[in-house]
């Protein structure tokens, strides 16, 4: 099973700051099977980016993902208040899905 | 417009059996890869099943041989059958529409609290 670990687990930041979210993974990853979610307290998951770097609809574009083999990345350029929330990067493998667990993203 | 309803939570004793609905609109579940995601209170998200749109089904270690993943086609309806339930499994469960790889699409959510 392919473990996906996020850092930092709370990232205190400002609106309008740049954030930056880690997330490794155990052992290599195909970037089409890398995707991002943002959840709010009391809401589902919503998908941001797929492949590693899409935006998935709708996605403003001061959200975007980079990054490969293990070592992914979501970056939002300039924080809006709405962008305060959880965020998961997710992957699949041998049709199986492991989440990591998770970056809180707050208001500093 | 895509809408995905859960339905079937609720307190139940440990050992116990429930079945959870996913009710869709918008798209027909059997074209689609469907999985059911949980998340038990304050933590994050765990993947228990899929459906792919060829029937094959998968499902998480933590819930092999207990858990079923099914889906009616006349009635555009996805289910999960959970038997013998641990405390464990306590988490609202998420039905969820997407390609194979990842979910566009969530529903709200029902709760299963096992309990005795």
């Known amino acids: 099973e392919v473990v996906l670990t996020q850092s930092p687990g709370t990232l205190s930041l400002s609106p309008g700051e740049r954030a930056t979210l880690s997330c490794r993974a155990s052992?290599?990853?195909?970037?089409?099977?890398l995707a991002w979610y943002q959840q709010k307290p009391g809401q589902a998951p919503r998908l941001l980016i797929y492949?590693?770097?899409s935006r998935a609809t709708g996605i403003p574009d001061r959200f975007s993902g980079s990054g490969s083999g293990t070592d992914f990345t979501l970056t939002i350029s300039r924080l809006e208040p709405e962008d305060f929330a959880v965020y998961y990067c997710?992957?699949?493998?041998?049709?199986?899905?492991?989440f990591g667990q998770g970056t809180k993203l707050e208001i500093k | 417009e895509v809408y995905l309803v859960e339905s079937g939570g609720g307190l139940i004793q440990p050992g116990g059996s429930l079945r959870l609905s996913c009710a869709a609109s918008?798209?027909?579940?059997?074209?689609?890869?469907m999985s059911w995601v949980r998340q038990a209170s304050g933590r994050g998200l765990e993947w228990v099943s899929v459906?792919?749109?060829?029937?094959?089904?998968y499902y998480a270690d933590s819930v092999k041989g207990r858990f079923t993943i099914s889906r009616d086609t006349s009635k555009n309806t996805l289910y999960l059958q959970m038997n013998s339930l641990k405390l464990e499994d306590t988490a609202v469960y998420y039905c969820?529409?997407?390609?194979?790889?990842?979910?566009?699409?969530w529903g709200q959510g029902t709760l299963v609290t096992v309990s005795s």
């Open positions: 052992q290599s990853v195909s970037s089409s099977y």
């Open positions: 969820a529409r997407g390609g194979k790889y990842n979910w566009n699409d």
């Open positions: 459906i792919y749109s060829g029937g094959s089904t």
């Open positions: 918008g798209f027909t579940v059997s074209s689609n890869y």
């Open positions: 997710q992957q699949y493998g041998s049709s199986q899905y492991t």
């Open positions: 492949g590693a770097s």
